[in-house]
């Protein structure tokens, strides 16, 4: 269920005043937050956030078409295996063949 259009989004009054605090001084930092459940205003656009998946901080650039999602649609939480099928026997395969491929071929020793 979406939030209410009488209330308006939500955007973490912390972040908004680092942000603010960031175009008066001129300044681009990366902003450290907690807070995926922010939503992205106009403001934050050419901004980078350091955004927490449970684990680990991502980076996001925030681009124009990110305004209006939240900070947490762009750190996922979790890593995608591939499933077992055509894909996963061609990147099995890619694997092994790739060291192969890049030692190239082996060195003839020089005359002597």
Same mark, same amino acid.
Not at 61 to 84: C, D, N, P, R
Not at 104 to 109: D, I, K, Q, V
């Given at each position: ?6 209330? +308006?989004?939500?955007?973490? $009054? ?5 942000? #603010?605090?960031?175009?008066?001084? =001129? ?26 998946? +449970?684990?680990?901080?991502? $980076? ?5 078409? #990110?305004?209006?999602?939240?900070? =947490? ?31 190239? $071929? ?7």
């Amino acid at each position: 269920m979406s939030r209410s259009l009488k209330k +308006g989004p939500y955007i973490e $009054p912390k972040l908004l005043k680092k942000v #603010m605090r960031m175009i008066e001084a =001129g300044q681009k930092q990366i902003i450290k937050t907690w807070a995926r459940r922010s939503d992205i205003p106009p403001e934050f656009v050419g901004f980078t956030f350091a955004v927490h998946n +449970g684990k680990e901080f991502t $980076p996001v650039y925030i681009t124009e078409q #990110m305004v209006g999602h939240k900070l =947490g649609e762009f750190s996922w939480t979790t890593k995608f295996k591939a499933h077992s099928g055509k894909m996963a026997d061609a990147q099995a395969q890619a694997k092994t063949a790739a060291p192969s491929v890049a030692a190239g $071929p082996s060195p003839t020793p020089s005359p002597k």
